[in-house]
């Protein structure tokens, strides 16, 4: 596949055939995410590819990340609090494939954190484009609760270690979304 083709042409795929995804294109991702770009050669990334039940490490780190804001919702009856944490738990089988993306950064004292996020996300965007080009459907999925403790704990992370992304894979179950950019010369400043 063009690189241009792939850049232009990849959409974020929310929905996915709940279809199993061969480990051979999974690997392929991740052998295309090791190839991002890394400062001091650090190569700060960690990936847990989580399929089938081992999704429910994740579904049970939204639940947990969702009870504090449960607990504090006074009144709540039980039933309807299991109901939300069931939803949470569900969160996690949307795609048949999810790999979490964290971030261990160097403690070399010379390596800034900033630029360690920065390589995983470089990372991610790899998988993203790789995914695209094996035929599947991949989105980029990340908000508060992957900022929770009960999600740093989910997958043993480290002081310092923190979760970018989880990416959602299956085989598309919606058509691609027509992309809209604004054009780069409009965002460019031209210094000469
Ligand atoms: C850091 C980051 C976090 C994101 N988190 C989410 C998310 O939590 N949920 C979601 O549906 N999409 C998420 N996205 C995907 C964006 O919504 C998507 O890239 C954007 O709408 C542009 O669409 P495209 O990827 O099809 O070009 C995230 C993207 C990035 C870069």
């Known amino acids: 596949m063009e690189l241009q083709q792939a850049i232009r042409q990849r959409r974020s795929i929310g929905k996915v055939l709940d279809l199993p995804v061969e480990k051979e294109k999974i690997e ?4 295309s995410a090791v190839w991002a770009p890394n400062h001091h050669h650090t190569e700060p990334w960690k990936f847990f590819v989580m399929t089938g039940e081992g999704r429910r490490v994740l579904g049970s780190a939204y639940a947990n990340a969702a009870l504090d804001a449960l607990d504090a919702l006074d009144g709540m009856e039980a039933e309807e609090k299991e109901k939300r944490l069931a939803r949470e738990e569900a969160k996690a089988m949307r795609a048949p ?3 979490a993306a964290a971030c261990s950064p160097s403690t070399n004292p010379r390596v800034i954190r900033s630029e360690e ?5 470089c990372a991610v965007q790899n998988m993203l484009l790789t995914a695209y080009e094996e035929g599947l459907g991949a989105v980029w999925r990340s908000g508060e609760p ?3 403790p009960a ?3 989910a997958f043993g992370l480290k002081n310092g270690e923190e979760l970018v992304g989880f990416i959602y894979i299956g085989y598309p179950a919606m058509i691609s979304p027509e992309g809209k950019r604004i054009a780069a010369k409009d965002k460019t400043f031209w210094i000469s």
Do not use: D, G, N
């Not at 392929?28 to 052998?31: A, K, M, N, Q």
């Open 97 to 99: 494939v999810v790999i």
């Open 117 to 121: 996020l920065a390589a995983v996300h």
């Open 146 to 148: 992957m900022q929770h």
């Open 151 to 153: 999600m740093k704990s």
């Open 28 to 31: 392929r991702i991740l052998e």
